[in-house]
């Protein structure tokens, strides 16, 4: 009797086993397929199951979510100056999103160190921060962040905020830090568009987290893809290539294409939408969006077509020591400005024509939109 109770037993356990294995291979399995919120939950569910494969993945996404609890009670971050609070947040969360993503190349490194004062740096030469305003410093790790001598001089300061300005700066700095440690990925041959990929992807992911508005990225980053580099030394793109790194990596981070941020959506690489209202004429059909179209405008571009780095945060070229002097406090004065423009777009589904209010034109074929906007969104809507 005894011998045949063992044997139950023994089955019992067998079969327990094979279920609980075949349970865990499922949840592996689940896990894998699932992403932001619910892949947190489901990740803390497959963490009880291997409690000692997943200890420092789940530290990780505790650090994550205490930094987005945190970012969230914090609110919009003051407009007229450079909310230094704001920034340090920030900054421990870019740390937290690169090594997560870096994991998949077996790479780590250390955190930088944020300087937003007016002292010395460490490395660099140890020159005063207030003269190296917005660069990396790679021998000391070291990121200064000063949005005050990029804001002289510009030509559309309305509805500014310096704290997203600050932070585009501060992704693309913190982008350097990323490369000098675990090497380029995108931009193989060019460290400054490789910085700027990285910024895009950065902002576009704080923005899927509810961590800034489209409109903060939009009015921030106006005048950031308007800073310009005219230092012959250094090894920034022309302002063309250099937007469509940060785009291509705002894209990368945010399925790009088709896709919401916030409540806008992206029609083309240079332009989201928001529909805001439509017209009851049967045989005059109008729909009527909020638009943001990126426009370059080359008014204070000098002879010879010399273009300035559109996202143009300074940093020390190619990982260099001592010639990370370049900053934006000394950039030359002669050059094209890059705008996220917000306009009122109206759209005909009837005669395939569009207007934009207050871009200097009439009314004409959706075909004529060289953005691509006025045919996407007759597309989808008409």
């Known amino acids: 009797m005894m011998k045949a109770l063992l044997l139950l037993l023994s089955v019992i356990n067998s079969v327990s086993s094979l279920r609980a294995e075949e349970l865990n291979i499922m949840a592996h399995k689940t896990c894998q397929a699932r992403k932001g919120n619910d892949y947190k939950n489901c990740y803390l569910y497959y963490s009880r199951i291997y409690p000692e ?56 490194f250390p955190i930088p160190i944020l300087r937003l004062d007016d002292g010395y740096l460490m490395g660099c030469g140890k020159k005063l921060i207030s003269k190296l305003p917005n660069i990396y410093c790679p021998s000391s790790s070291e990121i200064t962040v000063d949005v005050r001598p990029l804001i002289q001089g510009f030509t559309d300061r309305k509805n500014l905020n310096l704290s997203y300005l600050s932070l585009a700066i501060l992704s693309h700095e913190f982008g350097h830090h990323v490369n000098y440690h675990i090497g380029r990925e995108k931009y193989l041959d060019n460290e400054e568009n490789e ?49 469509n790194s940060f785009m291509n990596g705002f894209n ?81 004065q002669a050059k094209p400005e890059g705008w996220f423009r917000k306009r009122k777009l109206t759209l005909n589904c009837t005669s395939k024509m569009f207007d934009i209010k207050g871009d200097g034109f009439k009314a004409q074929s959706i075909y004529s939109d060289r953005k691509g906007q006025a045919q996407n969104l007759a597309k989808r809507y008409c």
């Open 195 to 243: 910085a700027d990929w990285r910024a895009g992807k950065y902002l576009a992911y704080a923005i899927s987290k509810k961590l800034m508005p489209l409109e903060g990225f939009t009015k921030g980053a106006n005048l950031f893809f308007s800073v310009g580099d005219f230092h012959l030394l250094s090894k920034h793109d022309n302002p063309k290539n250099r937007f």
């Open 53 to 108: 494969r997943n200890q420092k993945g789940s530290s990780l996404i505790d650090s994550n979510q205490h930094l987005l609890a945190k970012l969230y009670d914090y609110g919009e971050p003051s407009a007229d100056i450079a909310d230094k609070e704001f920034l340090s947040l920030h900054f421990k969360m870019m740390y937290s999103y690169w090594i997560e993503r870096s994991k998949a190349r077996g790479a780590t």
């Open 252 to 332: 990368d981070e945010s399925m790009g294409v088709g896709s919401f941020a916030g409540e806008w959506l992206q029609d083309t690489n240079e332009t989201f939408s928001k529909r805001v209202g439509r017209s009851y004429k049967i045989k005059d059909r109008k729909l009527y969006f909020d638009v943001y179209r990126f426009e370059i405008e080359r008014g204070r571009q000098i002879a010879g077509n010399i273009f300035a780095g559109v996202i143009g945060a300074i940093n020390c070229s190619q990982g260099a020591s001592e010639d990370c002097v370049n900053s934006l406090f000394l950039q030359g």
